[in-house]
Each structure stands twice: as structure tokens, then as C-alpha cells.
């Protein structure tokens, strides 16, 4: 996840604006799940988005019970037309239902997308990538 690592182990902040994050369902005594939608807010940025076979992405960023970063993850809404295909091997993208997501690597993300991400992981931690 190159990028991604100075976050490793870096405390959330108590004073986060809350939005755009959501904790997750998914909190017990192991810690929270922050999911974040990642969209594009213009026509440019949805040609971006779309070059890359996105609507969307989720950004899921899993924290420990203390409140430290210990983990990401990344699914795509795919782009029917997209040009590109994430759906799992030997699996035509038709066959799923519109909004069906995908597991991806960060280096399959649209590189806006990535921009965005690093923005909200510096607004969530304090920290900024140099």
C-alpha cells in the first residue's frame, strides 16, 4: 500500500470533524471500522473517476481499540463502461446487480481518489505526507 504506511500507528484525533467519516457498524472491543465514500464532486472529476472504471470508491480505515491506525481497505462501485473490469476472475462485471463493490489495491485506485484519501487520513490523524 505504498503511501499509505506513515499512517500505521498513528492516533485518530479527538477533536475530527466528523464528516465525511461514518464509524462503522462494525465497532467492538477490537476497535472501529471509519468508512468514507469517495466521489467526485465535478464533470472533471468524474472523467477521472471514470477513466479509471469508478463511480466510487469505500475507504475503509480500521482502528485499534486505543485508537490507532492499523489497517485500509478499498472497493470500487464499478463503472458499467468503464473500460476496466474488478470484478473477481472469470466473472463477466454484467452479471453483478449496479452497485456491487469490489476489493482493490491502492494502486488500482484512480489517482484522484488516492489524493482525496490522503487528505481525509491527514484530517483524521493530524498528520500530513510530506
Known amino acids: 500500500m505504498l503511501g499509505l504506511e506513515p499512517f500505521i500507528d498513528l492516533s485518530v484525533r479527538d477533536d475530527v470533524d466528523p464528516s465525511p467519516f461514518k464509524k462503522s457498524a462494525l465497532k467492538d472491543e477490537s476497535g472501529t471500522v471509519y468508512h468514507v465514500v469517495v466521489m467526485p464532486t465535478s464533470w472533471d472529476e468524474a472523467d477521472a473517476f471514470h477513466e ?32 476496466r473490469n474488478f470484478a473477481p476472475s472469470g466473472a463477466p462485471a454484467w452479471i453483478f446487480p449496479a452497485g456491487a463493490r469490489f476489493s482493490l489495491d491502492w494502486e488500482d485506485l484512480a489517482p484522484l481518489a488516492q489524493q482525496k484519501m490522503l487528505a481525509m487520513l491527514n484530517k483524521l490523524t493530524g498528520f500530513t505526507v510530506q
Open 52 to 83: 479509471h472504471g469508478a463511480n466510487e470508491y469505500d475507504f475503509l480505515i480500521k482502528v485499534d481499540a486505543v485508537g490507532k491506525v492499523k489497517d485500509f481497505a478499498f472497493r470500487i462501485d464499478q463503472c458499467p463502461h468503464g473500460g
